[in-house]
Structure formats: C-alpha cells, structure tokens
Antibody
Framework: QVQLVQSGAEVKEPGASVRVSCKAS????????LHWVRQAPGQGLQWMGR????????NSAQRFEGRVTMTRATSISAAYLELSSLTSDDTAVYFC????????????????WGQGTMVTVSS | QSALTQPASVSGSPGQSITISCTGT?????????VAWYQQHPGKAPKLMIY???KRPSGVSNRFSGSKSGNTASLTISGLQAEDEADYYC????????????FGRGTKVTVL
C-alpha cells in the first residue's frame, strides 16, 4: 500500500540544525511532489514547502526561506527536510505528505501523510 | 499569508448535522477550487476528508460533504457520531506571495 514512513523523534539545542527523512513506498516516487507540513504543540497545521522528486526543484513558504533545505534520494525513494538555526518556536511535529495529483503549478490535496516526527528544541 | 478563518469550536448531539465554515480571500478559496478538509484525531496524522471543494476520497463516509460560496468554504457533517469528534482543518492553494498553500487554524468538533 502507499505509505510514507518518517524518521524518529529528535531533540536539538537552539542554533542547531535538524534533518527529517520521509521514505515513500507503494507508488512511483518521482511521479508526485512531496510536501512538508508542521504542527506546533496545540497549534494548527503550517505548510512549509514542497520538492519535486523528479527535478529536485523546491518551493518554500517565505517564512522559512534561508533556513529550510529540501532534498531527495530517488534511488531509495526518500525525501529530506533540513531546518537550520533552530529556536524554541521550531518545536513541532513535522509531517511529509503526498498530494493526490501533481500539476505543473498546483498540487491537489494531500491524501497520504507520514506518521510525523517530533522535533524538540531545548537547551 | 494569514491563516484561513475557522471557528474555534463547533458542537452537536449525536445524529445532528453541523457545519464548519472556512473564510479566505480571492487569492485562495475564492479564486480556486483546490479546497480540502482534513480530520485529525489527537496524536495522529491528518486524514483527507474532502478535496476540490466537494469531492470525497474513497472510503470516506458520505456523511461528510463540502461546498463553497465566494471566499467561504464549508464542511458539513450529517448524522453526527461519536467518532467524528476531532479537529478539522481547511486548506487551499493560494497565490499569496508568502506561501503556496494555506491552512485554517482548525475547528474542534465536540459530540455532546
């Protein structure tokens, strides 16, 4: 079945970087963009960005530009999110999500989600 | 990009119908039919309930329906059941300069 499996929880100090992985299975990895969404404790969902696994091209929300790096390894159907210069405001669960369809500009809704990766930023 | 506007909470008794609104702008909900709704139970990943304003993914109960008028989208849950108690988030594609996609702040649905 189609699924996304993410890496385990992380604890980082302020100023550090974190990398979260998302391994896809059950579909052709390069046929769909891969999005990243985060959720701070008790808060709502926040779109961070997306990667085109075929080209490696990325788009990110303005608030994360300069701090976020999205990459992929097509040989193992995996995508990676790296967030740098962490602060306590980055404490959140990070999800990867696959859209139902991928367009040139617009992707459809996210029909498959990873289980989430808790990232805690604390000194 | 500001979040889409949803009521913080909505409640209803078993068997009743409830509607959750989601208000955006011409740059998102009003301009495109890429509106989705997600259900999230505590500690779980979101689950897609409605996409492209009113379409239901396979396996989602027909008690869930979506619609849109102008800049406001709505999710209606009919025949409310205990298992429907969860957080619900709307989501839309946007042409905002700051983001490509925007979510609502979420609505807590309580089954009385």
């Amino acid at each position: 079945q189609v699924q996304l499996v993410q890496s385990g929880a992380e604890v980082k100090e302020p100023g550090a970087s974190v990398r979260v992985s998302c391994k896809a299975s059950g579909y052709i990895f390069t046929d769909f963009h891969l999005h990243w969404v985060r959720q701070a404790p008790g808060q709502g969902l926040q779109w961070m960005g997306r990667i085109n696994p075929n080209s490696g091209g990325t788009n990110s929300a303005q608030r994360f530009e300069g701090r976020v790096t999205m990459t992929r390894a097509t040989s193992i159907s995996a995508a990676y999110l790296e967030l740098s210069s962490l602060t306590s405001d980055d404490t959140a669960v990070y999800f990867c999500a696959k859209p139902a369809t991928t367009g040139t500009t617009i992707d459809d809704a996210f029909d498959i989600w990873g289980q989430g990766t808790m990232v805690t930023v604390s000194s | 990009q500001s979040a889409l506007t949803q009521p913080a909470s909505v409640s209803g008794s078993p068997g009743q119908s409830i509607t959750i609104s989601c208000t955006g702008t011409n740059s998102d909900i009003g301009g495109y039919n890429y509106v989705a709704w997600y259900q999230q139970h505590p500690g779980k990943a979101p689950k897609l309930m409605i996409y492209e304003v009113s379409k239901r993914p396979s396996g989602v109960s027909n008690r869930f329906s979506g619609s849109k008028s102008g800049n406001t989208a709505s999710l209606t849950i009919s025949g409310l059941q205990a298992e429907d108690e969860a957080d619900y988030y709307c989501n839309s594609y946007t042409t905002s300069s700051t983001s490509n996609y925007v979510f609502g702040r979420g609505t807590k649905v309580t089954v009385l």
